[in-house]
């Protein structure tokens, strides 16, 4: 995009292909050239032996990603960034398409379409009717959630959830299917939040994500993730795996309690861990920060806070629980008693340690400020210990310190 031309604050995949502006006509012409490309290669694959099929197969994706990176990295422009991102993220399924893999491309399918729904339905609750309050809200969230999950054939939606699983090692997941599925959460994230952003007018209240507090060191975010993803962990693995809940989808009655356990897990992160959000998914934080960011990626630290602590949390579990799966019990009371266990403990971790840690930090930014103010006051203010006007002093600061 040139300089001076109007951006979309949030453009849709159809803008990538078909953008109106300057620096767009130079990129359609990139663009068919390597459709045209892709066809001939393509036409080479099918008219060839099968012994060159994997090959040219390597090669196409190769050219594509190359394509992708570096039209994103050489562009201003919001449409062609998504565009790019999509079409990178969109490899997996078409690798697995042309070595003949069904079952991953209808995963990928299945991630995609599923986390797009969640993310329209799950996140918009709160700009919609938030306003109503509290209990409106979780309701309306609750209904939201189960529509999403049930609708999409119960999909995993998230990224730490799906390498929990893998390192559980009991839902026979390979390191390909787990990249398959991130790649796909992540596809459907962006286009669920380009989605609301699209139809925030209808929306009482502005359309928001998860974000860390920019107050906190990185640390303290990084292990509000880890244990906010240990703790959801523990309720998916108690409420979605187990033989009280093997039969939720045939049985309305016990598809809706285990819904409504998993809801009041999130909730209670929600509620008592939200120094990064939370976001408890990092396909969910990446895809917010890149729309809400005008198709720009994240910077470094967002993916230690989301990806390698939130996924780091979710494979402490996965890990805990594949012990546990060697043990046998009637209706699985004894896992289900331990992973809740581990999920309170985590809770009371970070309740006793880190929100105390939490709390002082936010109150010596608080003096600090307030010091801040007190120097800059004039000096006959100073003289007569006057408080800087519209200013209140923190938390334990006496009329002494005003000397």
């Known amino acids: ?53 994997k090959p040219f197969t390597v090669a196409t994706v190769a050219y594509t990603l190359l394509f992708a990176v570096t039209t994103y990295a050489s562009t201003a422009s919001a449409n062609v960034r998504t565009g790019a991102l999509l079409l990178a993220l969109a490899l997996p399924a078409m690798v697995a398409s042309d070595f003949g893999s069904k079952s991953l491309v209808d995963s990928w399918q299945k991630e995609f379409v599923g986390t797009a ?85 209808l929306f009482h209240d502005d359309v928001g994500g998860p974000s860390p507090d920019e107050r906190l060191p990185t640390s303290h975010l990084f292990c509000s993730e880890f244990l906010a993803c240990f703790i959801l962990l523990a309720g998916v693995f108690s409420f979605a795996t187990t033989k009280p809940f093997a039969q939720a989808d045939a049985r309305p009655a016990i598809y809706g309690a285990k819904m409504t356990l998993i809801n009041a897990t999130v909730r209670t992160i929600i509620v008592f861990v939200g120094a990064t959000g939370p976001a408890i998914n990092p396909a969910l934080a990446t895809s917010f920060a890149f729309v809400d960011a005008n198709s720009t990626l994240p910077a470094l630290g967002h993916y230690l806070i989301y990806w390698v602590g939130g996924c780091l949390g979710a494979v402490a579990v996965g890990l ?26 985590a809770l009371f971790i970070w309740i006793t340690k880190f929100r105390p840690a939490e709390d002082e930090i936010f109150d010596q930014l608080l003096r600090d400020q307030w010091n801040d103010k007190l120097k800059s006051r004039h000096f ?8 800087p006007k519209n200013a209140t002093p923190p938390p334990g600061v006496v009329g002494a310190k005003l000397a």
């Not at 109007?6 to 953008?19: D, K, T, Y």
């Not at 300057?22 to 393509?42: F, N």
């Not at 629980?321 to 699985?332: F, G, H, Q, R």
């Not at 006959?380 to 408080?387: A, E, G, T």
């Open 1 to 53: 995009m040139t300089e001076g031309t109007s951006q979309i604050s949030h453009p849709g995949m159809l803008s990538f292909l078909i953008s109106s502006q300057q620096e767009g006509k130079g990129l359609r012409v990139r663009i068919a050239s390597s459709l045209l490309l892709a066809l001939k290669i393509a036409a080479v694959m099918s008219s060839s032996s099968s012994s060159f099929e």
């Open 117 to 201: 729904v969640m993310v329209a339905f799950t996140c918009s609750p709160g700009p919609a009717v938030g306003y109503l309050g509290f209990k409106v809200e979780w309701i309306v969230h609750w209904m939201m959630m189960a529509l999403a999950d049930y609708s999409c054939g119960g999909p995993q939606v998230n990224p730490a959830v799906t390498c929990a699983l893998y390192a559980s090692g009991g839902f026979g997941f390979t390191p390909v299917m787990v990249l398959t599925n991130v790649c796909a959460q992540v596809a459907g994230g962006v286009l669920g939040w380009l989605s609301l952003y699209g139809s925030s007018s």
């Open 320 to 345: 805990a629980w594949k012990a546990l799966y060697k043990t046998e019990s009637k209706y699985d009371a004894f896992k289900i008693s331990v992973a809740v266990s581990l999920a309170l403990f």
């Open 380 to 387: 006959l203010s100073k003289l007569f210990k006057r408080v």
